[in-house]
């Protein structure tokens, strides 16, 4: 009896271990790790002096360490002086930033800007901007839920899109021969997308390759967008960052509104303002009319709602702050282009340096190609000895961050990319 009693009656210590060991997510399996973070990993455990991480992508001084711009350090001691308030943020953000923002992207000149045939939301850096626009498509745009990415592209596009409730396709981009363009296979593969789809487009510096199309190229992908009814998204997320010419790295989106396409818009400051942690972006959608635009504006409210409420206040008051104010703005450009002349110099320094190892190889795409990232044409074997006999960190794909190379490191690693390519 005493053992039925003890078996009918669990002790309160074993019946809090019973429900403990069950679990509501049992089934839940381990995710892949990141591939950049995985790289960022092993790079911290590394010991070598020389090691250099390649993978991340985030400006970094001459020095190597993290960039603060002198206009945002400006821009903040002006904010705090004028000791503000806290309060939320409207739904879509604040207005002086996402006017300004719209500016800046499509030309304080433009007509949609004049006609006010457009509405801008902040949100939550260009994630959070191209989710909202994602969301956007998948309950408004009717006629397609296709979406077409260059191939490749920045791997967060995928994602995002398809847990909107999207669908993947893709378009040939890069030609991993040339280390370029791939103009005619994306004339060709853009010519044959079924009408009325939508169609993915980097503004600048394109991600991962750092192969941009040229203006007369543009043009041309604007007439057969143009002639399939194709919708175009942009994704800018490094204006002035690229060439260090606000108005030359968004002439892509500015042309393709003057030739009668309506566009939307994901803008980012992380790279160009170095605001990276504060998450500012802006989401902008070109419309027929103003009217339109107030109706399209209603609905985005009600898609970032129930999403996030209302977007951070601090990013948006210092891009703001420096957007509007003519000795910041001013002081922001030059800032700006010193970036992309620091990432453009390391560009050449490095192929300077191919030389004089003695590579014979062509490496002319290292300085045909803009922006933070580089696609170097390195084979993942040889990418694997760079990580292991040079400490030299980078995905396997070959990209690298030029940010992470400096005027003390490029020497090294030409020398250790000749020793696995040569």
Not at 57 to 80: F, I, M, S, T, W
Request: proline letters at 5%; glycine letters at 8%.
């Amino acid at each position: 009896m005493a053992l039925l009693h003890s078996s009918r009656f669990m002790s309160p210590c074993l019946a809090s271990l019973s429900a403990r060991a069950s679990s509501w997510w049992a089934h839940v399996e381990m995710g892949p790790p990141d591939p950049i973070l995985g790289v960022t990993e092993a790079f911290k455990r590394d010991t070598n002096s020389k090691k250099m991480n390649l993978g991340v992508g985030a400006y970094r001084d001459d020095n190597g360490k993290p960039y603060v711009l002198n206009c945002v350090r400006k821009a903040e001691a002006q904010l705090a002086a004028k000791k503000l308030d806290k309060e939320y943020l409207p739904i879509a953000g604040l207005a002086e930033f996402n006017k300004a923002s719209a500016e800046l992207a499509l030309g304080e000149t433009n007509e949609v800007i004049k006609s006010g045939r457009y509405v801008t939301v902040q949100s939550i850096s260009g994630t959070g901007s191209l989710r909202v626009g994602a969301n956007f498509l998948q309950r408004f745009f009717k006629f397609s839920r296709d979406v077409y990415l260059p191939k490749p592209s920045w791997g967060n596009h995928t994602p995002i899109f398809r847990d909107a409730g999207m669908q993947l396709q893709s378009y040939r981009y890069y030609d991993p021969k040339t280390c370029g363009f791939d103009f005619n296979g994306a004339l060709e593969d853009i010519s044959k997308i079924p009408e009325q789809s939508v169609i993915l487009f980097h503004a600048c510096a394109h991600n991962p390759t750092g192969v941009d199309p040229r203006p007369e190229q543009w043009k041309e992908l604007a007439v057969v967008v143009k002639k399939r009814n194709l919708f175009a998204f942009f994704d800018m997320a490094y204006q002035g960052f690229a060439s260090g010419d606000i108005n030359r790295d968004s002439w892509a989106v500015r042309h393709f509104i003057e030739q009668g396409i309506n566009v939307v818009l994901s803008q980012s400051y992380a790279k160009n303002m170095g605001l990276y942690g504060e998450r500012v972006g802006a989401f902008t959608v070109v419309c027929k009319d103003a009217e339109e635009a107030k109706r399209v504006e209603s609905q985005l409210k009600i898609l970032i709602r129930p999403m996030y409420s209302n977007p951070p206040l601090n990013g948006a008051r210092i891009a703001s702050t420096i957007l509007t104010s003519p000795d910041l703005r001013k002081e922001w450009l030059e800032e700006v282009k010193g970036m992309a002349d620091r990432i453009i110099g390391m560009r050449t320094q490095l192929v300077a340096n191919l030389k004089k190892e003695g590579s014979s190889h062509n490496w002319q795409h290292i300085t045909d190609q803009i922006g933070m990232f580089c696609f170097t044409g390195l084979k993942p074997e040889q990418v694997e000895r760079l990580t292991k006999e040079f400490s030299i960190y980078m995905t396997k794909d070959g990209r690298i961050s030029v940010a992470g190379v400096t005027s003390g490191n490029v020497a090294y690693l030409a020398h250790a990319i000749h020793q696995v390519s040569k």
